[in-house]
């Protein structure tokens, strides 16, 4: 937006704060552009004499456009008015399409400034003008409509902020959590079976069930390679009779210590340090480590 329709927006802002109506008129005739309802507030809408007038021309475009546009007003709580009105038939149709306010020489003609004068210092009331009552309702409306946009656009503020906050905090404390369980320190130990990428591999596998899940409470603070011994005739036995469909050749395992959370920790004491808990893994020939069990033994 230029910077010149900012400070016109601040200006007519202050002047609604003042307590003045702003009104928009002749909508819908020339450039109208409908995106000027989400720059500007505005208390009443007045619409273009043109489309009443030519209200049944071209099959009755006008009808549905004043409908919709009426229907618009409504939606974003502004007053309406209609140009324009001269006949029966077009009191009809703005009653029916619920606009509440119209003008035009079906109530009077203009009239000169000294026939007015005079027809008040002779007690004659203006013709088909809106009584006192009337407008003093319709500024209770604006009132209590202007009231009601501001409670809820304070109330939306107050809700954009909390669920900013709210997810600020999540980020803070996952980042927070992964930082702490990246961080946890690795033995590799001493293989002659292993290389370092074999096991960063499986640990990579720990890391990530620390990070979500059953686990991701939970404070890592190492893991530890256990050593070849994992490795022996009895363990790849025991891989295979878990998942028989699958010949696995290799197997490894890690031990890790971590504390569970103070809170929501499932099938684990809370705020509790583990140690030596074991993780095991298997692969097929070439293929990659699958992560098949854990816990103590």
Known sequence: ??????????????????????WLDDFGSGYSAINVFSHFEFDLIKYDMELLKH??????????????LVCIAKELGIHTLIEGLETEKHLEFVKEIGCELAQGFYYNKPESL?????????GRPIKNCETPEERAKLSKKSYMKNKKKDFWRNMMKKVIMIIAFVVLLVFALS?????????AEIDYGSSKIYTREDMDEAIEIIKT????????NCKLHNIRYVGDSCNS???????????????????????????????DSEALNTNEEYTDWSWTFARTENGKWEYLTSGYG
């Open 1 to 22: 937006m230029a910077i010149g329709e900012n400070k016109v927006i601040g200006q007519l802002t202050q002047i609604r704060e003042n307590g003045y109506w702003l």
């Open 55 to 68: 209200l049944d021309d071209n099959g009755g475009m006008n009808r549905v456009i004043l409908r919709e």
């Open 114 to 122: 000294e026939q007015i004068l005079t027809d008040i210092r002779n």
């Open 175 to 183: 980042a927070c959590k992964n930082t702490a369980n990246s961080s």
């Open 209 to 216: 069930n620390f990070s979500s899940g059953f686990w991701k």
């Open 233 to 263: 005739k009895e363990n790849i036995q025991y891989v295979n009779e878990l998942k028989p469909d699958k010949n696995y050749t290799q197997c490894i395992q890690f031990y890790t210590d971590f504390r569970s959370p103070l809170f």
